[in-house]
């Protein structure tokens, strides 16, 4: 299993940048995905989630800013995000877990993650 982020930079408050994730080396169609990041000196947390068929969980902290879409075709994840403040900068990973009952269970699969700048 092979997970590729990219789509990071640097980007004033207010801005907006669209990560993707690329995965390969399994059935894309049948997984779940989640976007997790990690600031300097803080916890890996959750972003947002993704399953197989489409239903979608985004953390608070994020809802109606940032929006997880897939695209089976391209076995790729996006991460569209608006409207970023500078407390969004962080390094941001792709995920590969279990999405259930509107719940998303993260697995032990990271993608090498891609840095977010964004200035005030």
């Known amino acids: 299993v092979q997970l590729q982020a990219s789509g990071g930079g640097l980007v004033h408050a207010g801005g907006s940048l669209r990560l993707s994730c690329a995965a390969s080396?399994?059935?894309?169609?049948?997984?779940?995905f989640g976007w997790y990041r990690q600031a300097p000196g803080k916890q890996r947390g959750f972003i947002a989630a993704?399953?197989?068929?489409?239903?979608?969980n985004h953390a608070d902290s994020v809802k109606g800013r940032f929006t997880i879409s897939r695209d089976d075709a391209k076995n790729t994840v996006y991460l569209q995000m608006n409207s970023l403040k500078p407390e969004d900068t962080a390094v941001y990973y792709c995920?590969?877990?279990?999405?259930?009952?509107?719940?998303?269970?993260?697995?032990?699969?990271w993608g090498q993650g891609t840095q977010v700048t964004v200035s005030s």
């Open positions: 993704i399953s197989s068929g489409g239903s979608t």
């Open positions: 995920n590969i877990g279990t999405y259930y009952s509107g719940s998303y269970f993260r697995k032990d699969y």
């Open positions: 080396g399994i059935t894309f169609s049948s997984y779940d």
